[in-house]
């Protein structure tokens, strides 16, 4: 693992996933800009290999495992969402052997889709610290190197790769509006932008309840322990605190103002996506969409130019929120 | 009206209209193409203006109306659905008058839709009849001139750019699939690319009971009177029938080979593009796609580079089919 990211480890990351990840396109939507009242332009990282921006990280990581350490016995992660998919198509793409570590009652859909890839996966009980246990013990029994989904400065250089492309398409962005979790994407891309661009902001979007404002002013990690998962639709985000390698970037190079959406905003901005642009994303891109289009105007008004990260797309189409819920838009 | 059309009214569309349409993405997936064991090219006719690529043949009729006669009263249509959508816009565009006339009972969106275009909604009964005479009458009240959904040759040249556009970006494709209904899409298409590659056949895609085949191999119109609509989820391709001016050019530039298309396999193909491309599409989109991924390498495994219409994306969120229908895949 590398000691720390520059712009200099996205543009290699940008070259050695190259034809490994798509370069992702960039959509506009006169009806959203008219909603928004500025112009967006929509990273449609929902048509990542995957089906999210995971696939980035995930092969930077694995491949630089390969380049330093030809005889690498494998990789290893726990993760029954996207990072999980990711991982076990990086590993692929690499050659290397592949153990991911999902909770017994992941639904068969996603446990294909990592089976799909070639990889072994490996059932665990339904808590954190199990996951954590059985991919140490494996990583321990069989040397393959656990790969973070967001604490590993090569995985935050891969998502990086995101604002590498989006800024060589519209380089004159006043800012980007990005989903948070672990905060490997939003560290990733705020390194990039700040290095690539002097007037481009980087704001987080988080799902309600995450509460990263008051830890970005204060710079220190106001999290309530032990570590805790926020009770949302957008299970591509419900990790509460960011990681100890991603929370310094994010602080240095994001800004502090933090964009709070709730489920059902989400869902809205969820549906206006499938709506008005015709694209399939998951309820974490519904945040940011949302928040593009209706808390800008609050928040910081100024923005002309808005880049918005769709950056996954992997739903459960036989429970879309909109129906589920019965809420109505 | 034009008399005929060839692909120099297809270039001379083509240019009218830019401007005021997308030159929509052509998308293509690795998963598909696997599926598909040949490698496909969708053209995302769903991201164009109003959601279909009805909008392409409505801007070239309504602004050929207006060049031909400056102090045109303005234009009128019978259509609930896309084409009536697009007849609104492109009359927006073109800054003429215009009125849609729909059966009592449409869906509130839909007519929003169109009245969000600023055109007068006129109601009539929900017969075909109905909707004609109510047309006819305004059109001799007011002057304004009928735009036909698809027999129309200005109509079917606007329809013809999608070919013009697709076999630009990939000139050696060996085959076009594309859904069909009265004919005025697949007529333009298969114009457009007979005069622009010798190779490149047209396949029409049908909602099953629609006949097409035994009339385009006999090239006579067997279909028993009066017209009728076919009973499919697939609202926009429901009229059995071919125009009396698109029929003949089906007969003399598309394959007589048609693709007949169960509910069930268009929701299949539906569903395969909002899960793997991550695209919102309608049914007869679905069409589309299920015979390029299932049926050709029975009706005609030859072609190894397929362009596939996603003809439109207007979908009832809150009723899809795999969902409201209780099929599973």
């Known amino acids: 693992m590398s000691t720390s990211v520059g712009l200099a480890d996205v543009r290699a990351a940008y070259k050695r996933i190259q034809g490994y990840v798509h370069r992702t396109p960039v959509f506009t939507c006169h009806a959203m800009d008219a909603l928004a009242k500025r112009k967006l332009y929509f990273k449609a990282e929902n048509m990542q290999k995957t089906g999210s921006f995971k696939a980035r990280g995930a ?83 069989t040397g393959r190197v656990i790969i973070h989904p967001f604490d590993n400065y090569d995985v935050i250089a891969g998502q990086g790769t995101i604002a590498w492309e989006l800024l060589e398409d519209v380089p004159d962005l006043d800012a980007i509006l990005v989903p948070i979790s672990g905060g490997g994407m939003t560290s990733g891309i705020a390194v990039a932008a700040r290095e690539m661009s002097s007037k481009c902001r980087v704001y987080p979007v988080e799902p309600f309840g995450k509460e990263l404002q008051p830890c970005l002013e204060s710079k220190e990690r106001l999290w309530r322990n032990p570590p805790k998962f926020i009770d949302t639709i957008a299970d591509a985000i419900r990790t509460q605190q960011l990681g100890f390698l991603t929370f310094p970037l994010v602080c240095e190079y994001a800004e502090s103002k933090v964009f709070s959406v709730t489920d059902d905003q989400m869902i809205e901005g969820m549906r206006l996506s499938f709506e008005r642009m015709k694209l399939v994303v998951e309820a974490a891109s519904g945040a940011a969409v949302y928040s593009a289009v209706h808390s800008l105007k609050e928040l910081d008004p100024s923005p002309t130019k808005v880049g918005v990260i769709l950056c996954g797309g992997n739903v459960d189409l036989d429970h879309l929120p909109w129906i589920s819920r019965k809420t109505s838009y």
Request: hydrophobic share 30%.
């Open 59 to 141: 092969c930077n990581a694995v491949f630089l495992e390969k380049e330093r350490n030809p005889d690498c016995p494998g990789v290893v992660t726990h993760s029954s969402g996207n990072h999980g998919q990711a991982v076990a198509y990086a590993a692929k793409s690499a050659g290397l052997p592949c153990s991911v570590v999902v909770p017994r009652g992941t639904p068969k859909p996603k446990c294909n889709a990592i089976k799909e890839y070639g990889a072994d996966l490996v059932f665990c009980d339904p808590t954190f610290t199990s996951r954590k246990d059985k991919c140490s013990k494996i990583a321990f029994d």
